[in-house]
């Protein structure tokens, strides 16, 4: 066994992680200082004239936690600006799902944050559904390069059809498609069917046209080698032809593994309506595989920032 392959840097959110799922001060505190390090800023001016607000009887800090900027006179939250805000659960609650989210390989269900936190199981899937929303990718990410794994699958409900020659006909799964990049990031995401204009058009969407393309021999996928600079080769696996030479698409395969293993033993069940937002978490764990847990726990609050999700439109009063 390699040693050095299991010693992880500890990081200072490892360190702080106990007392933020436990404490809310420590939970705020926790959350600032992931937020704006050591320089707190106003999040409506950016200015950093900031300062606590406390209890005049105590001296210690008001029960809401407020900030005011002395520039702009407004109060305000670490919340504000986040998925988060105007969220009543407890930070402390939040900070733990944060920490399972980022660290589960296989994911984490409401109904087990709901268990660890005593909270309501609406509670829970609300934390979870807002967490997924914030792992989705950013928008202008680079298209995948170098050599890039291609394949389509189908996850969730039960064939109507069993043998062979019945790809995904007659059934009631979700089609989706992955393009994983050897030794880089992965992008997966729902696809209305497996057809050849589907298949391509996401690819181009994902994969630069400098990459080199690597698939099964799926006949949705011939025509893409002049459309690519590194070209395009496949394995044949109607005729059990799984590796040759370096051509293979085990990488993008194993994901949908994880994936599958994920569903199977952790939600049991996913809805095609929520599909793209438990890939998304998928995915966000895959791409930053190779930080270690405090780490990956800190990315995942950072891209929390900026993001808000919103079921439907405040509703206008009629006067």
Known sequence: MNKKRYQLTKSEVIDSIPSACSDELAAVEFMES???GKTPACVHCGSVEVYKMTDAKTGQRNQRYLWRCKDCGKQYTVRIGTVYEESRIELRHWCYAFWRAATSKKGVAALEIMRHCQISYKSALFLMNRIRFAMAPEANIPKLSGTVEVDETYVGGKPRHKGRGKRGRGTIKTPVFAAVERNGKIRRRVIASVSGQTLKQAIREEVSQQARLITDDFPAYKGLGSEYAGGHES?????????????????VESSFALVKRGITGVYHNVSKKY???????????????GLNDGERTAELIRVTEGKRLMYKAPVKRMI
């Open 34 to 36: 992931q937020r704006w």
């Open 235 to 251: 394995v044949c696996h109607t005729t059990r032809e799984y590796v040759r030479g370096d051509v293979h698409t085990n990488t």
């Open 275 to 289: 599909l793209h937002r438990y890939l998304w978490q998928f995915d966000f764990v895959w791409n930053n595989r």
